[in-house]
């Protein structure tokens, strides 16, 4: 059992570059999130998804977009990448919302922004 | 509004010394759960313990305790006989009933030295 996998682990970009990052989850997870980890700002939440097909801001959207196509996949693009969305992204799921378990977490993703 | 704070940046201890992790929430909602997280030196995000807003009940886990106080709005964490593989990054984080977000604080870094 995989959990929450993200691909790719690492990434370097030039600025304007795009990419996307795929997070996969094999628990049948209803929910699923993408934060970013900046040093001495905890996880913020950049965008989510409470269903196949379906997606919301989260507090620090701007600059990324997200897609949900097969309930299993939780897509992140950047479209121009900018040295300010340098950091550790963290993909998870939950099975039915907030309220029905705990967070599962990928291994996270570095992305350097140059 | 949901809040989370964790005032502690960094915490040193040596080995063997007891310690805890302060976490204060805000809500005004009446059912809330809490959740704390760990992410050792390799990156991963660990769930620790869950908890919610009717328990009010302290847990003990191995060397690991928690004490919910409504009354004060906290959520901390001891680690008794602390270890060098104690250290890491603690998140507390909340998400109220039926929501859709959890909401972090800013973790705490511990120390543990030999």
């Known amino acids: 059992n995989a959990g929450v996998t993200q691909t790719p682990k690492f990434r370097v970009l030039k600025t304007g570059q795009s990419m996307t990052l795929l997070c996969a989850q094999d628990?049948?997870?209803?929910?699923m999130y993408w934060y970013r980890q900046d040093p001495g700002m905890g996880l913020r939440l950049i965008h989510y998804?409470?269903?196949?097909?379906?997606?919301a801001k989260g507090e620090v959207p701007d600059g990324y977009n997200v897609s949900r196509l097969k309930k299993q996949n939780f897509l992140l693009g950047l479209e121009s990448a900018a040295p300010s969305q340098t950091s550790v992204y963290f993909c998870?799921?939950?099975?039915?919302?907030?309220?029905?378990?705990?967070?599962?977490f990928g291994e996270g993703s570095r992305l350097t922004v140059l | 509004a949901q809040k989370v704070t964790q005032a502690q940046t960094e915490i040193s201890v040596v080995e063997k010394e007891d310690v805890t992790l302060d976490c204060v929430y805000e809500?005004?909602?009446?059912?809330?759960?809490l959740f704390w997280y760990k992410q050792p030196p390799s990156g991963e995000l660990v769930f620790l313990i869950r908890?919610?807003?009717?328990?009010?009940q302290n847990e003990i886990s191995g060397r690991y305790s928690w004490n919910f106080q409504k009354s004060t709005s906290s959520f901390n964490f001891t680690i008794t006989a602390s270890q060098v593989v104690d250290s890491a990054v603690y998140f507390c984080?909340?998400?109220?009933?039926?929501?859709?977000?959890?909401?972090f604080g800013s973790g705490t870094k511990l120390n543990v030295k030999p």
């Open positions: 908890r919610n807003s009717f328990d009010e």
């Open positions: 809500t005004r909602d009446t059912t809330y759960y």
């Open positions: 998804s409470v269903g196949e097909g379906t997606t």
């Open positions: 984080a909340l998400t109220i009933y039926n929501f859709n977000k959890f909401y």
């Open positions: 998870a799921s939950v099975w039915g919302g907030a309220n029905t378990g705990e967070l599962f």
């Open positions: 628990m049948n997870h209803e929910y």
